[in-house]
């Protein structure tokens, strides 16, 4: 069935780098635009990027840039975020989120993983 | 940047109330806002895109109107099931949430 299949849980070190994955299936991967948000405890829903999964380009929000790195492997249908330099700010549940198809970015997400939490502690 | 003023932050209604929540956007964003329900522990849900449009499968008691830099979100008779935060969304924004409880 068409789902988003998300990573598990990860508790991390602040100064550390955490990479979720998101795999895709049910669907053909490279052609819907692919988002990540988080939602720290709480709190409301955060855009941090997104990825086209055809050609690999990206957009991060300004206030990830240079800390978040967004990539794809076509051949397993996956996404991942990887998030940078964790302070305990960056506990949060990390949702992978689909955008709907067309060779240009909708700006909803129709299709959402279940999320991973990611714990920032020392 | 555009921002999105959701209110009111939380309500509490009866089952069969009609219930509204309004965004407000700080710029002329035309049509492009969407909104979705999200449930405790659960990922949250698109339930109108492009102002106006249901979601295929969503409840006709689910709406929303509105265009430019003003929207409303109504459902028309809430339901035990339509407890939730509902959030407003316009490209990498997101309102602050709505969470509606029954009284």
């Known amino acids: 069935q068409v789902q988003l299949v998300q990573s598990g849980a990860e508790v991390k070190k602040p100064g550390a780098s955490v990479k979720v994955s998101c795999k895709a299936s049910g669907y053909t991967f490279t052609g819907y635009y692919m988002h990540w948000v988080r939602q720290a405890p709480g709190q409301g829903l955060e855009w941090m990027g997104w990825i086209n999964p055809n050609s690999g380009g990206t957009n991060y929000a300004q206030k990830f840039q240079g800390r978040v790195t967004m990539t794809r492997d076509t051949s397993i249908s996956t996404a991942y975020m990887e998030l940078s330099r964790l302070r305990s700010d960056d506990t949060a549940v990390y949702y992978c989120a689909r955008d709907p198809p067309t060779v240009t970015l909708h700006w909803y997400f129709d299709l959402w993983g279940r999320g991973t939490l990611v714990t920032v502690s020392s | ?103």
Do not use: H
Not at chain 2, 35 to 47: D, S, V
Not at chain 2, 68 to 96: H, K, M, N, V, W
């Open chain 2, 1 to 103: 940047d555009i921002q999105m003023t959701q209110s009111p932050s939380s309500l509490s209604a009866s089952v069969g109330d009609r219930v509204t929540i309004t965004c407000q956007a700080s710029q002329d964003i035309s049509n492009y806002l969407n909104w979705y329900q999200q449930k405790p522990g659960k990922a949250p849900k698109l339930l109108i895109y492009d102002a106006s449009n249901l979601e295929t499968g969503v409840p006709s008691r689910f709406s929303g109107s509105g265009s430019g830099t003003d929207f409303t979100f109504t459902i028309s008779s809430l339901q035990p099931e339509d407890i939730a935060t509902y959030y407003c969304q316009q490209r990498g924004t997101f309102g602050g949430g709505t969470k509606v409880e029954i009284k």
